[in-house]
């Protein structure tokens, strides 16, 4: 029993720390050569640095996105089922819950990108002011949604990081480290929401150069850095097979002569002796 529970372990831990590796590059590279738009609020500017855009860049830039937050959820998911096991169910469901929710809600709002955008773009020359109107309910009700989204994965990241210090999965400056970071992102976007309603103004923190690469780019350092720490303990757990040593083969030794079996019928009994 303890060996299935130690390979359900090592497979795990490959799973999620490959999935955080690979979701977290992806998801870097995306911050990185993400345009940097004018306030959320500004539509009109936003549309018209929209409309100049190359349309197969834009689309390109959002698919490697939805594919990078596919898969920090799948890792996240796997990350859960290890907290599990080790006995933190109410944090490895929060993680789970939060990652699925908050993941799926950024795929989903950014495959609208692969259709609303070039749409909008065509028709923006012909009718600029029902394409502004149709765009600004599309920002709005997307830039709200991840908000909400951003939200729910700071909160999968900080349960992530409090409870794995706590079981002995990843080191303490790690899981806090994460879990810092992670706070100071919920309360970013808390502050935003909290403006937002006097005003109405839609929420966008990470369009800021300071809060994407303060907070968003640490963030995803820090899932390589989980990533790998789960690719190494996969690494050390793997079992070691025992040295090959000669099977001793007894020397073989004569066999005792058989006795002689007759296949014909028995002779018949001697008679009795003369007296």
């Not at 028709?123 to 939200?151: C, D, Q, R």
């Not at 790690?174 to 403006?195: P, S």
Request: glycine share 10%; charged share 10%; aromatic share 12%.
């Amino acid at each position: 029993m303890a060996d299935v529970l130690e390979e359900r372990v090592r497979s795990i831990e490959m799973c999620a720390g490959l999935g955080f590796v690979v979701g977290a590059v992806i998801l870097s590279l995306s911050l990185v050569f993400y345009p940097v738009l004018p306030p959320a609020n500004q539509t009109n500017q936003i549309l018209d640095l929209i409309a100049k855009e190359d349309v197969g860049s834009w689309m390109t830039l959002h698919a490697f996105m939805v594919l990078g937050f596919l898969i920090v959820s799948v890792a996240f998911v796997a990350f859960g089922f290890l907290l599990h096991l080790r006995g933190s169910s109410g944090p490895a469901s929060v993680v789970t819950a939060s990652a699925l929710i908050g993941g799926g809600i950024w795929a989903s709002f950014l495959s609208v990108e692969f259709f609303v955008t070039p749409f909008i773009k065509s028709y923006y020359p012909l009718e600029p002011g029902f394409a502004t109107m149709l765009f600004n309910i599309v920002w709005y009700w997307k830039m709200g949604a991840l908000a909400l989204a951003s939200t729910l994965l700071f909160v999968a990241v900080l349960a992530a990081g409090a409870s794995a210090t706590s079981r002995g999965i990843l080191p303490v400056w790690l899981g806090w480290g994460g879990g810092l970071f992670a706070l100071v992102g919920i309360l970013i976007y808390q502050f935003e929401f909290w403006n937002s309603t006097a005003t109405g103004a839609a929420i966008n923190p990470m369009r800021a150069s300071g809060v994407r690469f303060g907070i968003g780019l640490p963030l995803q350092l820090w899932l390589i850095a989980v990533g790998a720490t789960l690719l190494r303990s996969y690494r050390e757990r793997m079992p070691a097979l025992p040295a090959q040593t000669r099977t001793h083969v007894p020397p073989k030794r004569p066999s005792a002569p058989r006795e002689p079996t007759f296949k014909g019928p028995e002779p018949p009994p001697l008679p009795p002796p003369i007296p």
